[in-house]
């Protein structure tokens, strides 16, 4: 069936990033991106996406953790901690010991899943909170997957913006956004300017950077970052990348 391999790959690629496969399973992975240079972009392609709403996470919840918003805005952090341990303990004992799932070694997950409650929360009650404070409603979309509208809302965001450099914490995402968009040409003229501004503010810039560069053919540029790179870094390069250079 048409699309059934590219679901089949999307799948694999995405519990290889969440470290759900067996040790066979991930030397298949190993094997196809250094054999199979598609396969190789699918990883490159989602490593991006991945590594971007992680990063994502992580500043939503540097900002909810621990002052919050504004009092009287929305229910405070640690009344939805109480509300999500009072449904967790609600479910144990509905459903009985036998069939609940392991709880993860540490705290996380929980703190994750209760932050970006707050966050929709942030979202419903003030648009205003969260569009100058939490980020714009452009977050909402990629986090949950929605690349292709994240995209468009965060180019006119930054189309709109007087001075790019003032949106800097935004570049990283619309670099990865339209270096690979979903069923479409990369926009790399955008994806360049954007990752640019971005390099000195987020670790992985660099290494996107380096392959818009080279997708747009400017190798002289890529070549001079690339001398910039650790040899680690070099090696998350998908393999094409790497012979251009």
């Not at 621990?66 to 509905?94: I, K, Q, V």
């Amino acid at each position: 069936m048409p699309g059934q391999n590219n679901d089949s790959d999307h799948q694999l690629i995405s519990r290889f990033f969440e470290k759900e496969l067996s040790a066979e399973e991930e030397r298949t992975v190993d094997k196809r991106i250094q054999a199979e240079p598609a396969f190789a972009e699918k990883v490159a392609h989602f490593m991006a996406l991945h590594r971007g709403a992680r990063e994502l996470q992580k500043e939503e919840l540097e900002k909810l953790y621990p002052s919050g918003p504004p009092a009287g805005r929305r229910l405070p952090w640690w009344l939805w901690t109480g509300l999500a341990l009072t449904l967790a303990l609600a479910l144990y004992l509905f459903f009985g010991k036998g069939q609940m799932p392991v709880p993860p070694p540490s705290g996380q997950p929980i703190a994750l899943q209760t932050g970006l409650a707050a966050h929709e929360e942030a979202r419903r009650q003030d648009p205003e909170y969260f569009a100058t404070t939490m980020g714009g409603d452009w977050k909402a979309d990629y986090r949950a997957g929605r690349y292709a509208k994240a995209r468009q809302k965060l180019n006119a965001e930054l189309d709109a913006s007087d001075n790019l450099a003032n949106k800097s914490r935004f570049c990283y995402y619309a670099g990865l956004l339209n270096l690979y968009p979903e069923d479409e040409p990369a926009d790399l003229d955008r994806a360049i300017t954007c990752l640019e501004i971005a390099q000195k503010e987020k670790e992985d810039a660099p290494l996107y950077l380096l392959i818009a560069y080279v997708q747009a053919g400017q190798l002289e540029k890529a070549r001079a970052l690339a001398a910039e790179l650790s040899a680690e870094q070099m090696e998350g390069l998908p393999p094409k990348v790497r012979q251009a250079l």
